[in-house]
């Protein structure tokens, strides 16, 4: 079901009938707009051309079983937000790889060779991950969007259509959420610690 006052309402309507030709419209008026909210995010235009198509594509197979909970065009800045971040994590990995790979010969001598500082950041940064993954998605995109990726609030209003008001909110209760979540899932580790 679409929301009555989407926009978008009957182009939905008519891709989910079958018609090709309203799924190509679709793309034809969101494709500038995914390609300038990836480009922003990543980066680097070419890349943000090649993952527009994969956002497409992930629409077009995600269109039946979108529920209409909110409008087509903040779920397409979802799907493309939630892509370019998964890309990035890919870049990083294997950036990463790359650079083991080089230093494979060389010893760590820094405080984070400890053994128990690593398994203390680790824990740190489940408890962390845990606690953003609790948050509402509309919370935990502009968490992350701002606190992980970097973005400024301007960008990320522009990326997900939002006022910089609503940006502001957002990523004020869902760092009070992460603040919450964190001291929740902490105390009750400790708890399951202290019953073993």
């Not at 419209?25 to 890349?47: C, H, T």
């Not at 870049?91 to 790359?98: P, Y």
């Not at 203390?120 to 919370?139: D, T």
């Not at 301007?154 to 992460?178: K, N, P, Q």
Request: aromatic share 6%; with cysteine.
């Amino acid at each position: 079901m679409v929301p009555v006052d989407d926009p978008d309402g009957d182009l939905i309507e008519s891709i989910r009938a079958g018609d090709a030709s309203a799924f190509n419209e679709l793309v034809l008026k969101y494709r500038n707009r995914v390609i300038g909210v990836a480009a922003r995010m990543l980066e680097n235009r070419v890349d943000a051309e090649d993952l527009a198509q994969d956002v497409f594509v992930k629409v077009y197979h995600s269109l039946k079983s979108f529920k209409g909970e909110a409008l087509f065009s903040t779920w397409l800045y979802r799907i493309t937000a939630n892509s370019c971040l998964n890309h990035r994590r890919k870049k990083k990995l294997e950036a990463e790889i790359w650079n083991r790979e080089d230093d494979q010969d060389s010893i760590p001598s820094n405080a984070h060779s400890n053994p128990q500082v690593i398994l203390e950041e680790r824990e740190v940064k489940l408890f962390l991950e845990k606690a953003i993954q609790e948050l509402p998605q509309e919370q935990r995109i502009v968490l992350i969007l701002r606190d992980i990726e970097g973005l400024s609030y301007e960008a990320i209003a522009d990326s997900l259509e939002l006022e910089l008001g609503t940006v502001r909110s957002r990523l004020h209760r869902a760092r009070l959420g992460v603040q919450a979540g964190i001291k929740r899932i902490f105390s009750s580790d400790l708890q399951r610690s202290e019953i073993r």
